[in-house]
């Protein structure tokens, strides 16, 4: 999308009506609007079964989480993986559709932990949508990350998680959440040999990026729109 910018805005109907929540939308968008804002109302789950006998639910019909980690492209994919993983031949069996819903099933959990995360230990509090939705009760499995990074700074990816051990930082720390302690191999260490060893990935990553295009020049390069 090069020729225009997409705007949207994310909101809960309990807190705001369709009208607030459009009018708080164009109060925000810089320049002229092509089109009328469209409610498009969304009901966030997955299903009991995404695999049926014969049919197998995928993107949109298998279910919705939510536009803030946008993970709904990668699940469709990693459906259509698993499916052919597991294509039936001879017969369908029970053990693969077993296998391929709670796959698909945990898969969905992890990014729900991660989601239900960002409300969960916000630092806002500034409004009741704010306010209710860090108070709710959260899954064990969410319960358990957090407690392990708050006790000792410990995050695992689990097999099937989209989200990796630095994703799963980010969020933590940039919303606060900070470990009581961390691992002692760090005490073998010392300062000077951290800070050299900081500074020698510094370089690593500026050499990578000395030799990287900017933004404009990978899309003149590899995929400019006809405007
Ligand atoms: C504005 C926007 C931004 C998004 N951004 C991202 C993003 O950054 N990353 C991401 O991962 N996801 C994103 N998504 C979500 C993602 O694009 C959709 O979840 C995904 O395209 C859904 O694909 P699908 O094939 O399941 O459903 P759809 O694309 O909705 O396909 C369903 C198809 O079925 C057809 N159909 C419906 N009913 C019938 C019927 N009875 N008979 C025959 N055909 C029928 C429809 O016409 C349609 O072609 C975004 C979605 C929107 C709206």
């Known amino acids: 999308l090069q020729s225009r910018v997409g ?4 909101y809960s109907s309990d807190y705001l009506s369709d009208d607030q929540a459009t009018s708080l939308l164009l109060t925000n968008i810089q320049g002229d609007t ?11 789950g997955q299903r009991h079964f995404h695999w049926k006998k014969n049919v197998v639910a995928l993107g949109l019909a298998a279910g919705f989480l939510e536009p803030l980690e946008s993970t709904s492209i990668h699940l469709i994919q990693r459906g259509i993986i698993r499916l052919m993983q597991m294509f039936p031949y001879g017969g369908i069996n029970q053990p693969d559709q077993h296998e391929f819903n709670q796959q698909m099933s945990d898969e969905y959990e992890f990014i729900r932990d991660f989601i239900i995360m960002h409300y969960h230990i916000t630092e806002r509090t500034d409004t009741e949508f704010w306010r209710r939705n860090s108070a709710m009760s959260i899954p064990d499995s969410l319960q358990h990350r957090l407690s392990l990074f708050q006790e000792s700074g410990r995050v695992f990816q689990a097999e099937g998680d989209v989200f990796g051990e630095n994703s799963w930082t980010q969020v933590m720390l940039g919303q606060g959440l900070t470990p009581a302690s961390y691992h002692p191999i760090v005490d073998m260490m010392s300062d000077h040999e951290l ?14 990026i000395k030799q990287l295009p900017d933004h404009n020049a990978f899309i003149a390069k590899y995929c400019p729109a006809r405007l």
């Open 7 to 10: 705007n949207g805005l994310v």
């Open 34 to 44: 092509l089109i009328e804002p469209r409610v498009i109302p969304f009901k966030t």
């Open 195 to 208: 800070r050299q060893f900081m500074r020698h990935q510094l370089q690593r990553v500026e050499l990578v």
